[in-house]
């Protein structure tokens, strides 16, 4: 009796343990329509109800297709607009893809897609400070202006005999590793441009700040971002905390100086593989720098002030046993 109870119990566990699925269409029975926007949304990385905002001055848009007789109306700068429609055109020879987007119901029409992306960007912060930050032009006044004023800065800061990151730094590793980071993520963000260009094109108009929810080279170079940031602040609050303010001041404005020039040399030359041989070199330099720098390890128990060595503290004049 027990032994037929349980071959009984064990029937109806396998048997509930299998599940037969809802009985529906194959998910992936979609209509031609359906693949198409699928196959466009993986090669071009946006698609219907996809939210831009406008970039140009103004972009002209048509009430029809160019095969029809149509008017043109306007969206302008900063107005946010949305992918209503997507058709392919084979008789022009300009652009073959045209894409209806509304800024509301009134104001709607067509326009080509190589007209609409160069004059819009995605609809998201990440998205529009990628833009600004990788302006051509923009990025080749900033290159000359950091030039400019780190030549200068170095020259005053070291006149003065100020501290300053490599040359005559504070008891801190944290300006060293910002440095070494800010290199490091120059370096793999001009890799990705040139290796990985695809990819990042699918991060500009998809982006995440999540390091671990993207392909590796993407969460790597994320990762990086937040590192800078982290010791980044470290950085500030050492200094804060080891130099007076004005002494502070200069040293953050010799730090910024040192670190554009970083990030410059390293995004321009790895264009052409000379940062790959550079990179491993200004890490052995920047680590060497540190290293024949003094370092504290001690603190006196009065003021606080860092020592060398036990005894008499300089500052303040307590004996430290």
Not at 163 to 175: E, K, L, M, Q, R
Not at 197 to 224: C, K
């Amino acid at each position: 009796m027990l032994l037929s109870i349980m071959h009984y119990a064990l029937c109806i566990l396998l048997t509930a343990c299998y599940n037969r699925g809802q009985q529906s269409p194959d998910a992936w029975d979609l209509t031609e329509q359906q693949m198409d926007s699928i196959s466009f949304s993986t090669t071009h990385h946006y698609s219907q109800n996809y939210n831009f905002v406008v970039n140009a001055q103004r972009l002209p848009l048509a009430d029809a297709l160019p095969d029809l007789a149509f008017d043109t109306l306007y969206v302008v700068k900063g107005e946010r607009i949305v992918v209503a429609d997507i058709r392919c055109v084979p008789t022009d020879t300009i652009d073959s893809v045209w894409v209806k987007v509304a800024r509301d119901q009134i104001t709607q029409g067509w326009i080509r897609e190589s007209e609409l992306l160069q004059g819009v960007s995605p609809d998201d912060p990440i998205s529009e400070f990628i833009d600004i930050f990788s302006d051509v032009h923009l990025l080749v006044f900033l290159a000359i202006s950091v030039l400019v004023a780190a030549a200068y800065a170095l020259r005053r800061l070291l006149r003065r005999k100020a501290y300053i990151v490599h040359f005559h730094d504070i008891d801190s590793f944290y300006p060293t590793a910002f440095c070494l980071l800010l290199a490091m993520s120059a370096t793999l963000y001009a890799s990705i441009q040139m290796f990985g260009a695809e990819s990042w094109r699918h991060y500009y108009f998809h982006p995440s700040l999540n390091p671990f929810a993207l392909p590796l080279h993407l969460g790597l170079f994320v990762a990086s971002v937040w590192a800078i940031i982290i010791v980044g602040v470290a950085t500030l609050d050492d200094v804060r905390r080891q130099l007076p303010a004005f002494d502070a001041l200069l040293y953050l404005s010799g730090l910024t100086a040192i670190s554009g020039v970083v990030y410059v040399v390293f995004s321009v030359l790895t264009l052409y593989y000379v940062g790959y041989l550079l990179l491993p070199a200004y890490l052995a330099f920047a680590l060497r720098c540190y290293f024949s720098h003094p370092h504290y390890s001690l603190s006196c128990g009065r003021c606080g002030a860092r020592l060398m060595q036990k005894g008499r503290c300089p500052h303040c004049g307590a004996v430290n046993e």
